[in-house]
């Protein structure tokens, strides 16, 4: 079990431009998690993937987010043009599909806009 | 509208002690319920669950205690140790939709040695 891991694990970007993070995992996890947690707040949920299906999105997420899952094991969040209330830390989680169980966290990409 | 509330950002308790931590939440469809641990520049660890049927849980020095008609669950561990500083999140989430998880925004510990 080697844990979900996230890449990078910060970026500095100046604002308008585009940015793309990348969740690798747990390998045998079905379900993956993208939050994003501001300063002096918990995560909040932004989608969910189950294996390549993106089937939950929260309203968090503009339309210059967009994630991926091609080939149901990574997956990539984007975001275009860039602005400085984006910075903060962007949280990749997976589960086992089934019953109510736990999500596992990555170490999480720090997002700094300037 | 915060669904899951810590009131407490932080907490200070001396080793060896009890600490207490502390969440509230609103909706009544949350069913099963789940603490995390935090250190900086890492993401959350699991620490405990509990699930509705149940009103306590216990793991080692943890312990999860959920009143259901109060809408409170606590976090205790004894005895308190410096390791266990970090910063603790409440999370909670319902059988409708388990792939949602609302997060508290977290009390941080300090055990002082």
């Known amino acids: 079990d080697t844990g979900v891991s996230q890449n990078p694990r910060h970026k500095i970007t100046k604002r308008g431009q585009n940015v793309t993070f990348r969740c690798d995992p747990i390998?045998?996890?079905?379900?993956l998690y993208w939050y994003r947690q501001t300063l002096g707040q918990g995560p909040e949920f932004l989608t969910y993937?189950?294996?390549?299906?993106?089937?939950?999105k929260s309203r968090l997420l503009s339309d210059r987010f967009s994630a991926e899952r091609p080939k149901g094991s990574f997956s990539t969040l984007e975001i275009q043009r860039t602005e400085q209330g984006d910075s903060a830390m962007y949280l990749c989680?997976?589960?086992?599909?089934?019953?109510?169980?736990?999500?596992?966290f990555g170490p999480g990409t720090r997002l700094l806009v300037l | 509208d915060q669904q899951v509330k810590q009131n407490s950002p932080s907490l200070s308790v001396q080793e060896g002690r009890i600490s207490i931590l502390n969440c509230d939440y609103t909706?009544?469809?949350?069913?099963?319920f789940l603490w995390y641990k935090k250190y900086p520049a890492e993401g959350p660890t699991f620490l405990i669950s509990?699930?509705?049927?149940?009103d306590k849980n216990e793991d080692g020095r943890f312990t999860v205690f959920l009143n259901k008609s109060a809408k409170h669950l606590s976090l205790h561990i004894v005895p308190s140790q410096p390791g266990d500083s970090a910063v603790y999140f409440c999370?909670?989430?319902?059988?409708?939709?388990?792939?949602?998880?609302?997060f508290g925004s977290g009390t941080k510990l300090n055990v002082k040695p």
């Open positions: 989680a997976s589960r086992k599909t089934g019953s109510q169980e736990t999500q596992y």
């Open positions: 390998s045998e996890h079905n379900r």
């Open positions: 993937f189950q294996n390549e299906a993106q089937l939950e």
């Open positions: 909706n009544s469809m949350f069913d099963y």
């Open positions: 509990i699930s509705s049927i149940k």
């Open positions: 999370a909670a989430s319902s059988s409708y939709n388990f792939n949602k998880f609302y």
